[in-house]
C-alpha cells in the first residue's frame, strides 16, 4: 500500500514530532540505575534516585489500586510504594533478599518503586539511547524515555517522572512549569 504525498508529509511530520519528544526525554545521555524485573532490564536516571533500601513491609491503603502496596514512614516523610511488576503486569511479585525499594525523588515528591533488584550504575552517551516504538493507543509507552543495549541486554530506560505524574498513577501533580 502506497502513501499520498500528504501522508507522507503527515508521517514524516510525526516522526519530527516523536524525535523532539525523545531528545527531550533522554536529554544528554547521563547517568542511569539499572534494575530489574523478572528476566527484563530496566533503568532510570541516577539523578532522580534518593537511596535504594530493602523491602519492608509496607502500610496498605484501603482501595489502593494493586500495584501501590501502600505506604512507609521514611525518617519522617510517608512515601507511597508502587509494586513495578504488579503495575507492569509482570506476575505476582515474589520478595527476595533481592528485592528492594528505589526510593525516587520527582520534584519535591518522594515515591518508592520496589523491584526484583539493582545491578549496576551506567553511563549513556545520547546517541546510545534508541526512541521507544510507538504501539497505538492500545497500549502505552508513554513512561519509556528510550531504549539501549548494553552488553548484549536490551535496557529499557523509563521516563519515571511521566510515569508518577500520569493519570494512571495519580501519585503526584506535573511539576509546575518554569514561566
Do not use: C, W
Not at 50 to 63: L, M, P, S
Not at 152 to 170: G, K, P, R, W
Amino acid at each position: 500500500m502506497s502513501m499520498s504525498h500528504t501522508q507522507v508529509a503527515t508521517a514524516q511530520t510525526s516522526n519530527v514530532g516523536l524525535a523532539q519528544d525523545h531528545a527531550s526525554k533522554v536529554n544528554d545521555g547521563g547517568e542511569y540505575l539499572v534494575f530489574s524485573l523478572g528476566e527484563e532490564h530496566y533503568a532510570v536516571d541516577i539523578l532522580k534516585v534518593q537511596e535504594i533500601r530493602g523491602y519492608e513491609n509496607v502500610t496498605r491503603i484501603a482501595n489502593a489500586p494493586a500495584f501501590i502496596k501502600g505506604v512507609t514512614n521514611l525518617r519522617g516523610v510517608i512515601v507511597p510504594i508502587v509494586d513495578l511488576r504488579l503495575k507492569f503486569q509482570l506476575g505476582q511479585a515474589e520478595y527476595t533478599q533481592q528485592t528492594v525499594v528505589i526510593v525516587i525523588n520527582i520534584g519535591e515528591r518522594v515515591v518508592g518503586i520496589v523491584v526484583d533488584g539493582v545491578s549496576d550504575v551506567i553511563s549513556l552517551a545520547a546517541d546510545q539511547v534508541l526512541p521507544p516504538p510507538e504501539f497505538g493507543a492500545r497500549m502505552n509507552s508513554d513512561f519509556l524515555a528510550g531504549l539501549a543495549t548494553v552488553n548484549d541486554h536490551m535496557l529499557l530506560i523509563m521516563d519515571i517522572e511521566h510515569m508518577m505524574t500520569s493519570d494512571e498513577m495519580a501519585l503526584m501533580e506535573p511539576a509546575a512549569q518554569p514561566a
